[in-house]
Structure formats: C-alpha cells, structure tokens
C-alpha cells in the first residue's frame, strides 16, 4: 500500500466557503484522491485553516500557524511516506506577511528541503513530492483588505513554483489549468473544484509513483 500525505492550507482541509464549515470527507479533493486511488493507497489529509509556508501568523496563533514548523513532527507520525503532497502558499499572500511570489516560492523551497532530509520516506530514504500551485485568487469580499494585493501576486506563483520544483527534482502541478477559486469568496473551493482537483491529482499521483522517471 502506497502512503500519501496531503499537506495543506484550509483548501486540503476542506473549508466550504458557503457554509464556512468543512466539506464532507467525500466531498473535499484529499477524499476524492483516495476514492479514485483505491485500496492500494492510503491518503493521509493534513489540512490547517490559516496555514503558511514559513511565517507565524501574529493575528491567528502565531507559530501553529506556520508550516515549516508542524511539518518535521507530521512526516516522522505518519513515516514511512511514498509521496508528499504540498499545496501551499495562498494564505502567504496575505498583506500582513508583505513578502513577494519569489520569497513565497523560496520559502516553499525551504519546506522541500525539510521534507527531503527527514528519511521520512521508504527505507528512510526521501518521499517523492508533488508540488500543487494553488490556483489565483478570484474576486474577494471579506477577505479583500486581508488580502491587499494578493490577488495579482497570486497570478505569479505558478511560475516561481515551477521554477523551485524543478531546483529540487520534484513533480510539479498547476491547479489553476483544471480549477478556479470560488465565486462566492474568491478563496475556498466549491465542492464541484475538489471533485475535479481530486481526480487531476490522482492521475498525477498513479504518474509518479507506478511510473517514475
């Protein structure tokens, strides 16, 4: 059986942006991937609302907030892992941090490298990872002061996650080619976007680890 973790923002957790609650297991894309991948994966779904690549946030709990620092302990629990999936970097874009795509694609970097020396993965050696862009903000309401800015920032990342992808030899999948942020809020996916996610990923997830290059 395949081990795959899932680590991600309020988007892996499954945040419903009509009812601000979380999608049913079914519904949201790390239950869809394991719905499509069958017995012989086992998908483990590490979602955090508010989660960032390496920044503590000062308005939402500070440290528990900030990726780079749950995710040592969340790799070793759930070791040995085949294939890490990172979905990072929207809440990043939030005026508070003030940081560019480029430092959020380097601080993505920063989490590979975390995820690459654990010997999280088969026989303490590496995981593969599959880096996820998440896909540009849409129109924002309430969260439009949050984040100030953010929405042409985000246009830019899937480039600078491209880049840091191939810097580390990792896989590499630009959500915003088969998913758009919901319309309501501009920030979380309806739940017809994580049936689709789920399934895109799940072909990428059979791709990397029954076919590696």
């Known amino acids: 059986m395949y081990t795959v973790l899932c680590y ?8 419903d942006p009509v009812t601000k609650k979380r999608l049913a297991r079914d519904v949201r894309w790390p239950g869809v ?12 779904e590490e ?27 969340c790799l070793e629990s759930h070791s040995p892992i ?14 508070r941090y003030s940081v560019t795509p480029y430092d959020i694609a380097q601080s993505l970097g920063s989490l590979i490298e975390i995820i690459l020396k654990n010997g999280c993965g088969i026989d303490d050696g ?10 540009p903000l849409g129109t924002l309401k309430e969260w439009a002061e949050t984040f100030s800015g953010g929405v042409e920032k985000s246009k830019k990342l899937a480039g600078y996650y491209r880049s840091i992808s191939e810097q580390y030899g990792c896989s590499f999948f630009d959500t ?9 809020d501009g920030l ?3 739940p017809e976007e994580h049936q689709t996610l789920g399934k895109a990923v799940a072909k990428e997830v059979t791709r990397i680890l029954n076919h590696p290059e």
């Open 33 to 44: 991937l394991q719905n499509e991948l069958g017995n012989d994966y086992y998908v483990i």
């Open 82 to 95: 085949d294939l890490v999936i990172v979905m990072l970097g929207t809440n990043d874009l939030k005026a």
């Open 8 to 15: 991600g923002d309020s988007n892996t957790y499954g945040r």
């Open 176 to 184: 915003s080619t088969v998913i758009h942020c919901s319309s309501i």
């Open 47 to 73: 979602g955090l609302n508010g989660r960032t690549t390496v920044w503590d946030d000062p308005v939402r709990g500070h440290a528990k907030r900030n990726g780079s620092k749950y995710l040592l302990p």
């Open 126 to 135: 590496p995981p593969q990872i599959l880096i996820l862009t998440p896909p």
């Open 188 to 190: 979380h996916f309806d």
